[in-house]
Nanobody
Framework: QVQLVESGGGLVHAGGSLRLTCAASGSIFSVSAMGWYRQAPGKQRELVAAITSGGSINYADSVKGRFTISRDNGKNTVYLQMNSLKPEDTAVYYC???????????????WGQGTQVTVSS
C-alpha cells in the first residue's frame, strides 16, 4: 500500500512564505513524476508545479518566479517553496505522484489528502 502525506499548509499574510512537503511511503518500487495541484472553491483543480525523477520541472504561469518545486529521490519526497504569496494562491494543495508499487505490474497515480493554504490580504 502506498500513501502520500502532505504537511506545511496554513494561514499567512500576503507577501509571506510557506513550504509544503509531501512524502510517499509504503511498498514503493519507483517514483517517476511528482507534483503539486491546487483547487480553490468553485474552481477546477489545476497544476501548480511538477518535477520528474530526472529533475525536469514545469510551473504554472501564475506561480513562475514565486514558487520552487524540488524533490529528494532518496526520501521519495517533494517540496513546494512558496514565496511572495498572494490571496489568489488560497486553495487546497494536493500532492500527486506516479508510482510503481512493489507488487504492481504498472504505474499508478496517487494523491495526498490535501493541505489548506490561506493567504490573507
Amino acid at each position: 500500500q502506498v500513501q502520500l502525506v502532505e504537511s506545511g499548509g496554513g494561514l499567512v499574510h500576503a507577501g509571506g512564505s510557506l513550504r509544503l512537503t509531501c512524502a510517499a511511503s509504503g511498498s514503493i518500487f519507483s517514483v517517476s513524476a511528482m507534483g503539486w495541484y491546487r483547487q480553490a472553491p468553485g474552481k477546477q483543480r489545476e497544476l501548480v508545479a511538477a518535477i520528474t525523477s530526472g529533475g525536469s520541472i514545469n510551473y504554472a504561469d501564475s506561480v513562475k518566479g514565486r514558487f520552487t518545486i524540488s524533490r529528494d529521490n532518496g526520501k521519495n519526497t517533494v517540496y513546494l517553496q512558496m514565496n511572495s504569496l498572494k490571496p489568489e494562491d488560497t486553495a487546497v494543495y494536493y500532492c500527486d505522484a506516479a508510482i510503481i508499487c512493489s507488487s504492481c505490474p504498472y504505474e499508478n497515480d496517487y494523491w495526498g489528502q490535501g493541505t489548506q493554504v490561506t493567504v490573507s490580504s
